[in-house]
């Protein structure tokens, strides 16, 4: 088996990618919500920390009860407790990417991990 | 301590999000090659499973010796065994993000790790 797999994603409404790419330490999704609309839902989870990366439009992000405005290339961490809350402004649609990791399960840190070939 | 923590990121050669988010299941990396330009060194993992998600521009990617063209929105998922080398194409730069996990961390997948709140 190969040690790489590459995945294109267009400008479906959410696409999953932990299946599509085999992953096997993070949940990888790409969204694109409309001018308007949002997430009909306010949730939380059990281990998993998330991490959302804003690509294009702007949109609001409510985390318990706290409200701030998001714009292209805002990185957010929410911790699994945090209640969270997703909106596209009501003028522009939001695309974002949602990365989830479980949480304190990193272990070696960035050159700590790597080994040099040539 | 907030549940939560923004940044937003610029135009920089490299930002690194592990300590400015307090991450704790992930490193992220966000990069800016020039066009001409890439990662002077091939290099593997020990532990880290790699999710690359291209921004803008175009470049290559060579992963064990066989080489791919990358685009926006093309993702790619590295095995940390996976000899990896990364450059911008000639006429265009390459605006990245880089991802590291630890290899078969993840635990509860999508909805299982979810809790609805309302």
Redo the contacts between chains.
Sequence with gaps: M?????????SEPRT???DQ????????S?NNLPAGGGIP?????????E?Y?I?NGAGT?I??G?S?DL?P???????P????QLKASDDKPLEY?C????????????QD??????
Tied chains: 1, 2.
Excluded: P
């Excluded at 991990?113 to 040539?118: F, L, R, S, T």
């Design positions: 190969k040690n790489y797999k590459k995945v294109h994603v267009g999953e990618l932990h790419l085999n992953l096997t330490g993070a949940e990888v790409v839902f306010v949730h939380a989870h059990k281990d998993n920390e991490i990366i690509l992000m985390i318990d706290e701030f714009e290339l805002d990185f957010v961490r929410v911790s407790e945090g209640k969270r990417i990365i989830q990791t479980k949480e304190n399960s990193l272990g070696n840190y960035t991990d790597a080994i040099m070939i040539e």
